[in-house]
């Protein structure tokens, strides 16, 4: 079972269709995802996908970003400007009080770790699962969608409504609380700090 696919976009962050991600049957290219698999997430165990979904980028949405390969392999790993990449960084200690934290892409592609593609336009996938989640996508640790169904119903009711069918929980300011985020996010000062650039 599919998602719905939304002409004005779900969210500003997001994977390719061609993006690999890891589940309980090996890697799997987001486009060939089903409601129900089982993906791997940070902490070595599985989450169930309640709902996916799919959109075109936004006209205003930055350049889609590339996975940059150090050791020549071929990388199909491209997501949105936004999309936050969990980062562990020797440095992350001293600079920000913990062990990890999540950047942008974009922000990343001045570090060398992606690259911007102006070659493509791709379809992007959102992976929604029961309460926030990192899951693996090819070398990299990725948030899957926090749903802000205030601006997915202004936007495309019908989709509002169909993650709504899926997890009624998020009616609730209670039931939303389930995607707070646990690290914290840099911005493009902090990244330049953290990589020395």
Same mark, same amino acid.
């Given at each position: 079972m599919?998602?719905?696919?939304?002409?004005?976009?779900?969210?500003s962050?997001?994977?390719?269709?061609?993006?690999?991600?890891?589940?309980?049957?090996?890697?799997?290219?987001?486009?060939?995802l089903?409601?129900?698999?089982?993906?791997? $997430?940070?902490?070595?165990?599985?989450?169930?996908?309640?709902?996916?979904?799919?959109s075109?980028?936004?006209?205003?949405?930055?350049?889609?970003?590339?996975?940059?390969?150090?050791?020549?392999?071929?990388?199909?790993?491209?997501?949105?400007?936004?999309?936050?990449?969990?980062?562990?960084?020797?440095?992350?200690?001293?600079?920000?009080?913990?062990?990890?934290?999540?950047?942008?892409?974009?922000?990343?592609?001045?570090?060398?770790?992606?690259?911007?593609d102006? $070659?493509?336009?791709?379809?992007i996938?959102?992976?929604?699962?029961?309460?926030?989640?990192?899951v693996?996508?090819?070398?990299d640790?990725?948030?899957?969608?926090?749903?802000?169904?205030?601006?997915?119903?202004?936007?495309?009711?019908?989709?509002?409504?169909?993650?709504l069918l899926?997890?009624?929980?998020?009616?609730s300011?209670?039931?939303?609380?389930?995607?707070?985020?646990?690290?914290?996010?840099?911005?493009?000062?902090?990244?330049?700090?953290l990589?020395?650039?």
């Amino acid at each position: 079972m599919r998602g719905r696919h939304s002409r004005r976009g779900i969210a500003s962050s997001g994977l390719s269709a061609n993006t690999r991600v890891e589940t309980l049957r090996g890697p799997v290219a987001a486009r060939e995802l089903q409601i129900g698999d089982q993906v791997k $997430t940070y902490g070595g165990g599985f989450s169930a996908l309640r709902w996916i979904g799919t959109s075109r980028l936004a006209e205003d949405a930055g350049l889609p970003m590339r996975r940059t390969s150090f050791d020549g392999r071929e990388i199909s790993t491209l997501v949105t400007s936004d999309q936050l990449v969990l980062v562990s960084h020797a440095q992350n200690d001293a600079l920000f009080g913990t062990s990890e934290v999540l950047c942008p892409a974009m922000h990343l592609a001045a570090a060398g770790v992606f690259t911007p593609d102006p $070659t493509v336009n791709p379809t992007i996938v959102h992976l929604l699962f029961d309460t926030y989640e990192l899951v693996k996508c090819g070398d990299d640790w990725v948030e899957s969608l926090r749903p802000n169904m205030d601006q997915i119903r202004s936007e495309d009711a019908e989709t509002a409504q169909e993650i709504l069918l899926h997890l009624p929980k998020l009616v609730s300011h209670q039931g939303r609380a389930a995607y707070v985020r646990t690290r914290p996010v840099l911005d493009e000062r902090e990244v330049a700090l953290l990589f020395g650039s």
